[in-house]
């Protein structure tokens, strides 16, 4: 058996999986953040908060209505992508014109705030939140255990991911939504209602955060500052992608949870800061990011 | 307890009329206590305003107010930064008039102020932190280590599970002063107790997905996979252990430092057969059931911790060795007037101050129970043994304490 720098081939072949999957969440928080800026143009720090809003809204559904995991996948992202979209209607929408900083500030504010709310109302320790029982267990790959409930994880951001990517490059209504990012004044001339599709995506870009929210739930405890800890990353991940390039967010998602997973093994320590040690090589070398195209 | 609150107000009113009179010997009329505490992320719940609550509870149940000392209360969130703890304790202690600095969960952050104090000649006591360093090698006579410690726990936890056979151990451990002060010292009892490390890892503090590193633990074979760490990283380090099968592929979570509150957050399904030490438990005796009822009343339901009930008590003995005093402007000397009596208080019954700054009262060995044992919510314990006190902490001979002589 060959080893590598010291690291079993088993050993190996689990943790690139295990990067796979905590890189699925960076693949779905990223895409949402390339959609919402590569059409709003508004860097959206209530990211995270949206991301940690889909997973209280499947701990409410669950305390309160008694829905399961499976309702609560499909109606969390509606109820948190609707709140989104009030969001946009009463304050984005009067930013669109103004600079980047603007969007921002105001994004931060609002992720500052619903933080706040929810942890004032239910502590820092979270909540708990158990793995439905259609996905407990798991399947001894010889590597490596794999929980049902992971590898479940891993098909459905993949899932999500490429049908996101597939509509808005490859269908009509993307291409409608590509030409309203580069011309909204002409697009809406040919009859297309341009701030109601801007709307509509702001809101599922948020939908999108609060499936990622969902699925993470019963991995983690569901606690107000898990987004918190995690968008700082997905930021990194964006702009190691290239702003606005939906196959780079999913691309560099996927690849970033990797070669995070692999320094967990050769140096844990530096786990946490790893991807910003790659963001600054990448800016140096490709200012506009990896799949990024110079304005 | 309505009794205590009329006659406290009573109390106040009476001070308000014939204020002025007895306040001359502390610095600037007033005791000034610091709550500087965790209040925004993982420590939040087991400290917090919780910890707050329970210095305020502190001077109401010692009827500061009847006795002419006029008792004010600042906080602060240090955010598990070592530099905004200092910065903060700088500002109190020069500035704000602060005269006692208490609870400062966070080894980091406690070593940090610790060292403030000292150069100040205020006092800090200690009830969040853990590291054994606060009373070995970084001992000063402006402080006392009031709850708990890594020793403490490595000593109990440690020994009862290296004495059921669990001899191998991987470390999972946080990467800061308390984590590798807790992984040494439960190293230390394990050697000492015939067993042996098989290997460790250090995760950043604050990680939320550990399923990397419990791979590793897997592939370390070690009978018993070690938590060396705290609050929200145990609480998910032991979620994610159950999802990869840790438990059932025959390994054993040792928690070396679990609260109430991650149990409570975890669920007992999770948490069930869990054991850890602890310096108290609420629903112990009726004393401690008491002071549950009071703090869950004013800090969202939440039951108090060890901690809570730490600087409960901490903050007890203080006014009492400020009224034999009379003087709070020289914090070494108050802090010598702490360890020359005994404490005694209704949560922790009697005790004593060693000269390194170490309380010292009996520890507990808990065990989780089973959902199907638990009567009530928060009812989450069950005792297996009492830790005597004097064999509870460190020897002092071993601490390194440049305070002890000889």
Request: charged share 15%.
């Given at each position: 058996?060959?080893?590598?720098?010291?690291?079993?081939?088993?050993?190996?072949?689990?943790?690139?999986?295990?990067?796979?999957?905590?890189?699925?969440?960076?693949?779905?928080?990223?895409?949402?953040?390339?959609?919402?800026?590569?059409?709003?143009?508004?860097?959206?720090?209530?990211?995270?908060?949206?991301?940690?809003?889909?997973?209280?809204?499947?701990?409410?559904?669950?305390?309160?209505?008694?829905?399961?995991?499976?309702?609560?996948?499909?109606?969390?992202?509606?109820?948190?992508?609707?709140?989104?979209?009030?969001?946009?209607?009463?304050?984005?929408?009067?930013?669109?014109?103004?600079?980047?900083?603007?969007?921002?500030?105001?994004?931060?504010?609002?992720?500052?705030?619903?933080?706040?709310?929810?942890?004032?109302?239910?502590?820092?320790?979270?909540?708990?939140?158990?793995?439905?029982?259609?996905?407990?267990?798991?399947?001894?790959?010889?590597?490596?255990?794999?929980?049902?409930?992971?590898?479940?994880?891993?098909?459905?951001?993949?899932?999500?991911?490429?049908?996101?990517?597939?509509?808005?490059?490859?269908?009509?209504?993307?291409?409608?939504?590509?030409?309203?990012?580069?011309?909204?004044?002409?697009?809406?001339?040919?009859?297309?209602?341009?701030?109601?599709?801007?709307?509509?995506?702001?809101?599922?870009?948020?939908?999108?955060?609060?499936?990622?929210?969902?699925?993470?739930?019963?991995?983690?405890?569901?606690?107000?500052?898990?987004?918190?800890?995690?968008?700082?990353?997905?930021?990194?991940?964006?702009?190691?992608?290239?702003?606005?390039?939906?196959?780079?967010?999913?691309?560099?998602?996927?690849?970033?949870?990797?070669?995070?997973?692999?320094?967990?093994?050769?140096?844990?320590?530096?786990?946490?800061?790893?991807?910003?040690?790659?963001?600054?090589?990448?800016?140096?070398?490709?200012?506009a990011g990896l799949f990024g195209r110079t304005a | 307890m309505k009794f205590t609150r009329t006659m406290t107000l009573a109390a106040t009113?009476?001070?308000?009329?014939?204020?002025?009179?007895?306040?001359?010997?502390?610095?600037?009329?007033?005791?000034?206590?610091?709550?500087?505490?965790?209040?925004?992320?993982?420590?939040?719940?087991?400290?917090?305003?919780?910890?707050?609550?329970?210095?305020?509870?502190?001077?109401?149940?010692?009827?500061?107010?009847?006795?002419?000392?006029?008792?004010?209360?600042?906080?602060?969130?240090?955010?598990?930064?070592?530099?905004?703890?200092?910065?903060?304790?700088?500002?109190?202690?020069?500035?704000?008039?602060?005269?006692?600095?208490?609870?400062?969960?966070?080894?980091?952050?406690?070593?940090?102020?610790?060292?403030?104090?000292?150069?100040?000649?205020?006092?800090?006591?200690?009830?969040?932190?853990?590291?054994?360093?606060?009373?070995?090698?970084?001992?000063?006579?402006?402080?006392?280590?009031?709850?708990?410690?890594?020793?403490?726990?490595?000593?109990?936890?440690?020994?009862?599970?290296?004495?059921?056979?669990?001899?191998?151990?991987?470390?999972?451990?946080?990467?800061?002063?308390?984590?590798?002060?807790?992984?040494?010292?439960?190293?230390?009892?394990?050697?000492?107790?015939?067993?042996?490390?098989?290997?460790?890892?250090?995760?950043?503090?604050?990680?939320?997905?550990f399923s990397s590193f419990l791979l590793q633990a897997q592939a370390s074979k070690a009978k018993i996979v070690g938590l060396a760490n705290?609050?929200?990283?145990?609480?998910?380090?032991?979620?994610?252990?159950?999802?990869?099968?840790?438990?059932?592929?025959?390994?054993?979570?040792?928690?070396?430092?679990?609260?109430?509150?991650?149990?409570?957050?975890?669920?007992?399904?999770?948490?069930?057969?869990?054991?850890?030490?602890?310096?108290?438990?609420?629903?112990?005796?009726?004393?401690?059931?008491?002071?549950?009822?009071?703090?869950?009343?004013?800090?969202?339901?939440?039951?108090?911790?060890?901690?809570?009930?730490?600087?409960?008590?901490?903050?007890?003995?203080?006014?009492?060795?400020?009224?034999?005093?009379?003087?709070?402007?020289?914090?070494?000397?108050?802090?010598?007037?702490?360890?020359?009596?005994?404490?005694?208080?209704?949560?922790?019954?009697?005790?004593?101050?060693?000269?390194?700054?170490?309380?010292?009262?009996?520890?507990?060995?808990?065990?989780?129970?089973?959902?199907?044992?638990?009567?009530?919510?928060?009812?989450?314990?069950?005792?297996?043994?009492?830790?005597?006190?004097?064999?509870?902490?460190?020897?002092?001979?071993?601490?390194?304490?440049?305070?002890?002589?000889?």
């Amino acid at each position: 058996m060959f080893d590598f720098l010291g690291i079993p081939p088993q050993a190996l072949f689990g943790q690139l999986l295990l990067g796979l999957i905590n890189g699925s969440f960076y693949a779905m928080l990223s895409l949402g953040l390339a959609v919402i800026f590569g059409l709003l143009n508004i860097i959206n720090f209530t990211h995270g908060a949206q991301y940690m809003m889909g997973a209280f809204g499947a701990y409410f559904l669950l305390q309160y209505a008694g829905l399961s995991y499976w309702w609560a996948l499909v109606m969390s992202p509606l109820l948190v992508g609707a709140t989104g979209i009030v969001i946009e209607r009463l304050m984005l929408k009067h930013l669109y014109k103004l600079d980047h900083l603007y969007g921002l500030l105001l994004t931060f504010g609002l992720a500052l705030i619903i933080e706040g709310l929810l942890r004032n109302e239910y502590g820092s320790s979270g909540q708990p939140y158990r793995i439905p029982e259609q996905l407990l267990g798991g399947t001894n790959l010889g590597f490596m255990f794999l929980p049902n409930y992971r590898a479940w994880v891993i098909v459905a951001s993949l899932t999500v991911c490429l049908a996101t990517w597939y509509v808005i490059e490859r269908t009509k209504l993307g291409a409608y939504l590509r030409a309203a990012t580069e011309n909204p004044t002409l697009v809406q001339a040919f009859g297309i209602n341009v701030p109601r599709m801007i709307t509509l995506t702001y809101g599922f870009g948020v939908a999108l955060a609060a499936f990622a929210g969902v699925l993470a739930a019963p991995i983690y405890q569901v606690a107000p500052q898990m987004g918190a800890n995690l968008i700082i990353v997905v930021f990194a991940v964006v702009v190691i992608g290239g702003m606005g390039s939906i196959m780079g967010a999913i691309i560099t998602g996927f690849g970033l949870g990797v070669i995070e997973g692999l320094t967990k093994v050769f140096y844990p320590e530096a786990s946490n800061t790893v991807i910003f040690v790659i963001m600054a090589l990448v800016l140096l070398v490709k200012p506009a990011g990896l799949f990024g195209r110079t304005a | 307890m309505k009794f205590t609150r009329t006659m406290t107000l009573a109390a106040t009113v009476a001070l308000a009329i014939g204020a002025g009179q007895a306040q001359a010997q502390y610095s600037d009329g007033t005791i000034k206590i610091g709550v500087l505490t965790d209040m925004s992320s993982l420590y939040t719940d087991l400290s917090g305003a919780g910890s707050l609550l329970a210095a305020r509870l502190a001077a109401e149940d010692f009827g500061a107010a009847a006795k002419g000392m006029k008792v004010e209360f600042v906080n602060a969130d240090h955010q598990n930064k070592a530099d905004v703890g200092s910065a903060v304790a700088r500002q109190w202690y020069d500035v704000d008039k602060v005269d006692v600095i208490v609870d400062t969960p966070n080894s980091g952050v406690a070593l940090a102020v610790n060292n403030v104090t000292k150069e100040k000649n205020k006092v800090f006591l200690v009830s969040g932190a853990a590291s054994s360093d606060l009373t070995g090698p970084q001992c000063s006579p402006n402080t006392v280590h009031w709850t708990y410690d890594t020793w403490a726990l490595a000593n109990g936890t440690g020994t009862a599970i290296v004495k059921t056979g669990g001899d191998s151990w991987f470390f999972l451990t946080a990467d800061y002063a308390f984590g590798h002060a807790l992984e040494r010292d439960t190293e230390a009892v394990v050697a000492k107790n015939g067993g042996k490390t098989l290997g460790k890892v250090r995760h950043p503090l604050n990680s939320a997905d550990f399923s990397s590193f419990l791979l590793q633990a897997q592939a370390s074979k070690a009978k018993i996979v070690g938590l060396a760490n705290a609050g929200g990283d145990t609480t998910n380090a032991i979620k994610q252990a159950a999802e990869f099968g840790i438990v059932r592929g025959g390994q054993s979570l040792a928690g070396l430092l679990v609260f109430l509150t991650d149990v409570h957050a975890l669920g007992l399904q999770t948490a069930q057969g869990l054991i850890m030490t602890e310096a108290w438990y609420w629903d112990a005796n009726d004393n401690n059931r008491a002071f549950a009822k009071r703090m869950a009343a004013g800090n969202k339901g939440i039951h108090p911790t060890m901690i809570h009930a730490g600087v409960y008590s901490a903050v007890t003995h203080y006014l009492k060795a400020l009224e034999a005093t009379k003087n709070d402007s020289d914090g070494a000397k108050v802090v010598a007037q702490m360890k020359s009596t005994p404490t005694d208080d209704a949560l922790f019954g009697k005790g004593t101050i060693r000269q390194d700054g170490r309380k010292v009262h009996d520890m507990y060995l808990f065990e989780v129970k089973k959902p199907s044992e638990s009567k009530a919510p928060w009812d989450y314990y069950k005792q297996r043994a009492v830790i005597p006190a004097a064999q509870a902490f460190r020897p002092m001979a071993e601490g390194n304490c440049p305070l002890v002589k000889g």
